[in-house]
């Protein structure tokens, strides 16, 4: 971690958030690690430094919708796996109703392109930049939690991801709503898991993607 934050304050910044595995512990033990590559955390500006992992589980329990969602879609990748088929929709769709997601909130990780917070979104060129300004954190992060899915919550994160990270430059193009197997790893181009739009982000659709990529 010290290089993490090294990085962040030589950029001149003295409030970011120290993201990553939420419970480092249960992520090393996994043979099968999501990690969700997402833009920010914002509505924070005040809080100085923060761990993810001392948010994460208050921001599911309130029903903060992209931790909602990016839970639920882990939990059906795991079923999915375990019992070696696909979940259905009604099946996905009953998940978080019936799963235990805070438990499975310890099997993730996220890690966020900006790490300071501003009062509100940024738009996608400020996270582009962010993006360039981490890039060498952003590539350690990735290469330290080892990762066997990743999951681009956006078409800027998949950019950042592809490009910048450098995980698959061929696959730049690929649109939302596809998979690819790169370097060992399932990539995943999806739409924000907040995402409210018709089509968004849709996780029996999504951990479809994943699952027959896992398969291969």
Known sequence: MPAYESHLQSRGLTQYTIDGAIDPVEWRRQSLRMLFYLKENYGYQDEGI??????????????NRTYVQIVTLTEAVFQAVGRGSLL????????????DLQATLRKIAVVN??????????????????????????RDQVA??????????????WHSLVCDVGLSKKSEDDPKGTATLANGIVLCHTYHP???????????????????KLSR
């Open 88 to 99: 259905s929709p009604e099946e996905t769709a009953a998940l978080s109703g019936t799963a």
């Open 113 to 138: 392109i900006k790490k300071h917070s501003g009062e509100s979104t940024s738009n996608d060129t400020e996270i582009r930049n962010e993006s360039y300004a981490n890039a060498s954190l952003l």
């Open 50 to 63: 923060m761990r993810i992992g001392d948010y994460a589980s208050k921001w599911l329990k309130d029903g």
């Open 144 to 157: 330290e939690l080892a990762p066997t899915v990743i999951v681009a919550g956006s078409t800027v994160c």
């Open 194 to 212: 907040s995402a409210r739009s018709s089509g968004a982000f849709d996780i029996y659709e999504v951990h479809g993607l994943i699952c027959r």
